[in-house]
């Protein structure tokens, strides 16, 4: 099951929980802010988190990892471009919105890997590497719950923001219409500021994206 938690800081955004209801074991997905807020909800359902997961590494998706990470005793993972952004207060746009946030010590991933958690080897995802909105922007798709988690790269009826470091509106849009709008069209897609939606929506919104893509060039 997906958990969204909206937590708020400079702004708000969607963090998530997806737990795996035989067992109650999860993952925890792009912890922004309220880390208190977001640990009170784990001990509170008795939930075991094994793994923190970022689709990518800008402060509002990051800036609780350290926390709860130090709390539950579990590791952060992110795709390998990630240190660019993690320990880069500019990149990652912290140093921009109050103090600035680094985070270290991070396992990376390929496009491709499987996280899975440690007894449900069913019970995974597979990492997508969706550039565009950063270097390091990752989706995690989840083909036995029909679901797929997208961080900032697509959200309901818009794409991401290009205009930050590393960004490249036509490699988002590749991104988007190879690597999401391929997935079968009921899969539902949970952004890092929006409601959730699904790729038969989504390509409706993009009309004949396919076009759309070659318009915009390699």
């Known amino acids: 099951m997906v958990v969204p938690v909206p937590v708020k800081g400079y702004f708000e955004e969607n963090t ?3 737990i795996d209801e035989d067992s109650g074991s999860g ?6 802010w309220e880390g208190d807020k977001l640990l009170r ?6 939930w ?7 689709t990518h590494g800008h402060f ?7 926390q709860v990470r130090e709390a539950l005793g579990i590791p952060v993972l992110a795709h390998e471009n990630c240190a660019a952004y993690l320990e880069n207060p500019k990149w990652n746009l912290s140093v921009f919105c109050g103090t600035p946030i680094l985070v270290k ?15 449900r080897p069913d019970a995974s995802f597979r990492v997508i590497h969706t550039p565009g909105h950063t270097t390091d ?6 083909e036995r719950d029909g679901l797929c988690f997208t ?24 991104s988007i219409c190879t690597r999401i709008l391929t997935l079968p069209d009921e899969t539902v897609l949970w952004s890092g500021h929006s409601e959730e939606t699904t790729v038969g929506e989504e390509k409706r919104f993009f009309g004949p994206w396919g076009g759309w893509l070659r318009a915009d060039g390699d």
């Open 48 to 54: 075991t988190i094994e793994k923190i997961l970022l």
């Open 41 to 46: 909800m784990i001990r509170y359902n008795g």
């Open 105 to 119: 010590d991070v396992t990376t991933l390929e496009d491709g890997d499987t996280v899975a958690l440690d007894d």
């Open 137 to 142: 922007s990752v989706c995690y798709y989840c």
């Open 60 to 66: 509002d998706h990051m800036g609780a990892a350290d």
């Open 151 to 174: 961080g900032d790269t697509i959200f309901r009826g818009a794409i991401g923001n290009d205009r930050f470091p590393g960004g490249d509106r036509n490699r988002m849009i590749r």
């Open 27 to 32: 993952f925890l997905i792009d912890p922004g």
């Open 16 to 18: 998530y929980f997806w």
